[in-house]
């Protein structure tokens, strides 16, 4: 199924996001080490976003087929950049979880984090630092 992005250049180094079927507007702009004025996320600010987005949703799906309650995960993302080129080198990610899971409920909704979208689509030479915190 395609979803389909608009995006329109604002000037100033910043872009108006917006999503097709929703319609919901995100606005980015460059952060301050790369001639912007840091006042939104930067395009890869979105993309380090974005994989703890996908993580918890995907163990949301879980949890939610299998009757485990996921109300307190919450995650801390950091992004590192790398120069020559200028890419994301680094990305720390701590996933906070919720308390009284089970061993294997933890293995499973590990598992299923590491499966989802964004994580499968990252290049294979950004380190990733990824832990879940119980």
């Known amino acids: 199924m395609a979803v389909e992005i608009k995006g329109q250049y604002k000037g100033d180094l910043r872009v108006e996001l917006t999503h097709g079927p929703s319609k919901c507007v995100i606005n980015t702009d460059a952060p301050v080490d790369n001639n912007g004025k ?10 380090v976003s974005a994989l703890g987005a996908c993580m918890v949703t995907i163990m949301g799906i879980i949890a939610k087929r299998d009757g485990i309650s996921l109300n307190e995960v919450s995650f801390r993302a950091e992004k590192h ?24 409920q933890k293995k499973k909704l590990e598992r299923a984090a590491h499966t989802c979208p964004v994580h499968q689509s990252l290049r294979s030479d950004i380190e990733q630092d990824i832990k879940f915190i119980y």
């Open 81 to 104: 950049m790398a120069e020559n080129p200028r890419r994301i080198g680094k990305i720390i990610l701590e996933i906070k979880m919720p308390s009284g899971l089970t061993d294997e």
């Open 38 to 47: 840091g006042e939104s996320f930067s395009p890869t600010d979105l993309v």
